[in-house]
């Protein structure tokens, strides 16, 4: 039974609503609004790029490291040096892939947030401009029972 406060849950999303032309077409409309904090997008591009090559060289200096363990008994220099050092950037590695993804967040918080106040407000001024017959005819909220 349902109350008179709770809605229906929402339609499962058909793979046809969800089409990367569609994507694409949001991304296309989002774009200016984006585009006026312009350093900002770009500096979270590059924070991500970063990020992810930093994520991809975690594996790969992993590898290095394992393989560094297969030194050679009489050389003490190695036993010492190598793997602490790989195990030092290794770590840097995965510090710089947290650091990124922060650094992006925190750049581009600013951009999404402008972006939806400008969309907002121009809903609101678009509502605003629409007839007063629109709004006493239309019935919002209204649902056949």
């Given at each position: 039974m349902r109350r008179s406060g709770e809605s229906s849950p929402p339609a499962p999303i058909s793979q046809a609503d969800r089409?990367?032309?569609?994507?694409?077409?949001?991304?296309?409309?989002?774009?200016?609004?984006?585009?006026?904090?312009?350093?900002?997008?770009?500096?979270?591009?590059?924070?991500?790029?970063g990020a992810k090559l930093a994520n991809v060289g975690v594996p790969v200096l992993l590898k290095s490291l394992v393989d560094a363990m297969?030194?050679?008994?009489?050389?003490?220099q190695a036993v010492l040096v190598v793997p602490a050092a790989l195990l030092l950037a290794y770590g840097g590695l995965r510090l710089s892939t947290?650091?990124?993804?922060e650094l992006r967040e925190l750049v581009f918080a600013k951009a999404t947030q402008g972006a939806?106040?400008?969309?907002?407000l121009q809903t609101f001024e678009h509502l605003h401009a629409l007839s007063?017959?629109?709004?006493?005819?239309?019935?919002?909220?209204?649902?056949?029972?």
């Open positions: 089409s990367p032309s569609r994507d694409w077409q949001t991304l296309a409309r989002l774009f200016p609004y984006l585009w006026q904090y312009k350093w900002r997008v770009l500096a979270a591009l590059g924070f991500m790029v297969s030194f050679k008994p009489g050389d003490p947290s650091l990124f993804t939806a106040r400008s969309i907002a007063l017959r629109f709004h006493l005819e239309r019935q919002t909220g209204g649902h056949d029972a």
